[in-house]
């Protein structure tokens, strides 16, 4: 059972408990001597602190300052329990034990609720920092496309050295696909670069889409991609790329009008980033003809 899931059931019981050590120490109140708006407003505190407790735990994971929150909002909420069952029961004259067991929880269970809250502030704090400084390094390297929001070739490079290190102790397997539009130049001269922008963000979308979640995609620069597969070897990166290649052709908004040429690269023992990058331009320039917007032209 999870840690959550304990702390739940733990509030059940405690709350089990306390129903049935109110109604052993009580006695049920006639009928005519119930105050029915105290039960609502007492009732409505009741729920809002029980929703407390299972936000908390339902935005949060273990920690310190999710054990300050859910203990103060399970006080607390122990507290509002027991006053809404004096609503009902009538305990002896004399008896402080309920009157204590109603009043002291509120106050310790509202203080740690408080410490708890000036940790997730200082949580959150800590966060908006580190994004800060991650947005910093992005901005600052140039890591992201602005007009595809893909990454670009600097962060493949970051990326590759690490995916490169474990396939070289034998880990896994690496193999990149990667795409080069066929006549770009001259479909910019035909359409403009308006719709050669809009058929690279479109480009961008499709393959985004119909790679899996483990694998990255990049604007290699101009009319290229790059897509790095980690894990897979070269027959279920094929399988991938010719997949894609059938899937764009049934898109008359771009597999009319685009033709792609792609290729297929597997990262050998001996490659570092440069070389494999290297034979990859190589590759995407293999066989460079006039592509199929000569016609159009
Ligand atoms: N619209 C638009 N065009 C771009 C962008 N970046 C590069 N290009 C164009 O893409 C073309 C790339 O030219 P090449 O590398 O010769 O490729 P190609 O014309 O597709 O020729 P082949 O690959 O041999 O078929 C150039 O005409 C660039 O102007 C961009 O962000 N937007």
């Known amino acids: 059972m999870s840690r959550h899931k304990l702390k739940l059931l733990l509030t059940f019981l405690i709350l089990l408990a306390l129903g049935a050590l109110a109604r052993h120490m009580g006695e049920l109140k006639p009928w005519a001597l119930i105050d029915w708006l105290d039960v609502v407003g007492e009732g409505c505190v009741l729920l809002v602190s029980l929703a407390w407790v299972l936000m908390v735990l339902k935005s949060r994971p273990h920690g310190r300052v999710t054990l300050l ?11 509002s329990w027991l006053d809404w069952l004096d609503e009902f029961l009538h305990y002896p004259e004399g008896s402080h034990l309920m009157s204590w067991t109603e009043s002291l929880p509120a106050p310790f269970g509202l203080a740690m609720l408080t410490w708890g809250l000036w940790g997730w502030h200082r949580e959150q704090l800590a966060i908006s920092a580190q994004l800060k400084s991650r947005e910093h390094f992005f901005r600052e390297h140039q890591l992201v496309d602005p007009l595809t929001r893909l990454y670009t070739q600097p962060y493949l490079q970051l990326v590759l050295e690490r995916e490169l ?24 001269l035909r359409h403009g670069e308006l719709a ?4 690279l963000k479109g480009l961008a979308e499709f393959l985004l889409a119909g790679l899996r979640p483990q694998d990255l995609l990049c ?52 490659d570092s980033v440069d070389t494999l990058l290297a034979r990859l331009q190589v590759q995407l320039d293999k066989d460079k003809g006039p592509g199929p917007f000569a016609r159009e032209a």
Do not use: Y
């Not at 050669?196 to 058929?199: I, N, S, V």
């Open 69 to 79: 929150l859910f203990s103060g909002g399970l006080m607390f909420c122990c507290s």
């Open 165 to 188: 290190g474990l396939h070289q102790q034998g880990a896994k397997p690496l193999t990149l696909l990667a795409w080069d539009i066929r006549g770009f130049g001259r479909f910019n």
């Open 196 to 199: 050669g922008d809009k058929a």
């Open 219 to 270: 604007r290699l620069g101009g009319d290229r991609f790059v897509a790095l597969l980690p894990g897979t070897g070269a027959g279920e990166a094929r399988a991938l790329g010719q997949a894609l290649s059938r899937q764009l052709q049934e898109r008359p908004w771009l597999g009319n009008r685009v033709s792609l040429k792609t290729e297929l690269l597997q990262a050998g023992t001996a």
